[in-house]
């Protein structure tokens, strides 16, 4: 009979090749005909030694492996050690193992390339309304809250030149300005925090000026003011009358 010859590093290993040899001889795993299968074994790594195969150590190793459970197999059984286990058991256990991993490695590599042939729709923003806020609040609530930020800036504000003096007349500050002032702030970020809306004011006309502006915008529907559990303080937003106003 002509010796089949092989070339191992088409093998991914000694458990690969054996697995092609128990196919070519239409065995089963696990009753493997130990003396056909290592004697085709050998005949394959007979080259071995010119092969520049990286793990030739594993094939030798295989190869002595395959001896040993020859030799327990050929060995004479006495009464006692017919109840020992088979030595083909283990490396069954091992080619089934091996078997798993390479049939679910094939078809993850059917899998590979898929992806090329598949097209994403483009990313879509879609713009959600804001929730209504349907709780009331009193103008006693936005006072306590005014008062107290009024509290705050006195009580680190510098004294003003006309506490000291009756020369320089009252400052007089528009709450038309401010409103205006405070929709711009409002354009840019949709919300503004009830305590930021006094950021930069100094002065008791001032604070006093913006605190009307808001009162005003809230009475003529421009704004509205909900109140943050988790800030501890009213936020400021525009209704959708005010929206709708300015994309006119």
Known sequence: MDTMLYKLDSFEGPLDLLLHLISKNKVSIYDIPIVE????????IEGIEESQLENTSEFLVMAAQLLYIKSKMLLPKNEEEEEEEDP?????????????????????????????YMFFKEEEKIEFPLPEYNKKHT??????????????????????????????????????????????????TGRLQFKKAFSGRKSKPELV???????EMIRSNRILAEYDEEQKDFILIKTKKEVADEQR
Do not use: C, H, W
């Not at 299968?37 to 394959?44: C, D, G, P, R, V």
């Not at 256990?93 to 059917?110: D, I, V």
């Not at 103008?139 to 107290?148: G, K, V």
């Not at 000026?209 to 009162?215: E, H, P, R, S, W």
């Open 88 to 116: 083909r058991d283990d490396l069954a256990r091992r080619l089934a193992e091996y078997q798993s991993y390479k049939e679910a490695s094939g078809e993850l590599r059917k899998t590979e390339f898929a992806s090329r």
């Open 209 to 215: 000026a913006t605190f009307l502006a808001i009162l």
């Open 139 to 188: 103008i006693d609530e936005l006072t306590d809250a005014f008062n107290s930020i009024m509290q705050r800036k006195l009580r680190f504000a510098k004294p003003e030149k006309r506490a000291f003096s009756g020369i320089v007349g009252r400052q007089k500050v528009s709450v038309e300005k401010m409103t205006d002032e405070l929709l711009g702030r409002l354009k840019k």
């Open 37 to 44: 299968i290592t004697s085709q074994y050998l005949e394959a």
